[in-house]
């Protein structure tokens, strides 16, 4: 992963809004949720969702599928793991560390 990727991502996540959206969606998996569904927990005005939405998309922690007539949106763990494992790369300068995970086994379900 390339810096300026890695400094998009934590750009987008350094805005309280953002990232309960991001977390909102880490949490509720694959199925991932409609702007509606979005809207509706967090309380925020539409407007307001989509501008956030969308600067989470541009950084590629998001993604957006168009199903029927809504929009799903979805983290994107890949991504999430990148950046991760590019702010860990050199931890403990390649000692074992305790902030690196020794599984890589993800959760049931999770394609992180």
Do not use: W
């Amino acid at each position: 992963m390339e810096e300026l990727d890695v400094v998009r991502a934590l750009g987008a996540l350094a805005q309280p809004l953002r990232l309960q959206i991001f977390r909102a969606l880490v949490v509720v998996g694959e199925p991932g949720l409609t702007p509606g569904a979005i809207q509706e927990g967090l309380g925020v005005p539409a407007a307001t969702l989509s501008f956030h939405l969308k600067e989470l998309v541009a950084s590629g922690l998001v993604t957006q599928e168009r199903s029927s007539r809504n929009l799903i949106y979805r983290a994107a763990y890949a991504r999430m793991n990148a950046v991760i494992g590019y702010l860990t790369e050199n931890c403990c300068q390649g000692a074992a560390c305790a902030a690196t995970p020794t599984s890589t086994s993800a959760p049931a379900g999770c394609d992180c």
